[in-house]
């Protein structure tokens, strides 16, 4: 499993960003899709999940109304639309990957991580 996000970088709040998580070396569409965030001396948080088919979602409280997951099973990528970005969503943003049938949005659920984008949100 190899999962490669994407899309990161440094924005002024109430802005936008888009982040891509590229999957290979798996049946994607039998992979439900985490999104996580660890902010510097804090720990790693779940934000944001997708089922494998898209059927379930789930988004943390703390993004609820700002960030959308969604997948493109055909391109094996998972994205997340940030809008509204504000200076405590700056963190390293993580994609991981497991077999599950179903969306949970803790990190020990997943096994397969990539490398993490960083998003920067200024004041």
């Known amino acids: 499993v190899q999962l490669q996000a994407s899309g990161g970088g440094l924005v002024q709040a109430g802005e936008s960003l888009r982040l891509s998580c590229a999957g290979s070396g798996f049946t994607f569409d039998e992979f439900a899709i985490g999104w996580f965030r660890q902010a510097p001396g804090k720990e790693r948080e779940g934000v944001s999940c997708?089922?494998?088919?898209?059927?379930?979602?789930h988004v943390a409280d703390s993004v609820k109304g700002r960030f959308t997951i969604s997948r493109d099973n055909a391109k094996n990528t998972v994205y997340l639309q940030m809008n509204k970005l504000k200076p405590e969503d700056t963190a390293v943003y993580y994609c991981?990957?497991?077999?599950?049938?179903?969306?949970?949005?803790?990190?020990?659920?997943?096994?397969?991580w990539g490398q993490g984008t960083l998003v920067t949100v200024s004041s």
């Open positions: 991981a990957a497991e077999a599950l049938f179903g969306c949970p949005i803790q990190p020990w659920r997943f096994n397969s």
């Open positions: 997708i089922s494998p088919g898209a059927g379930s979602t």
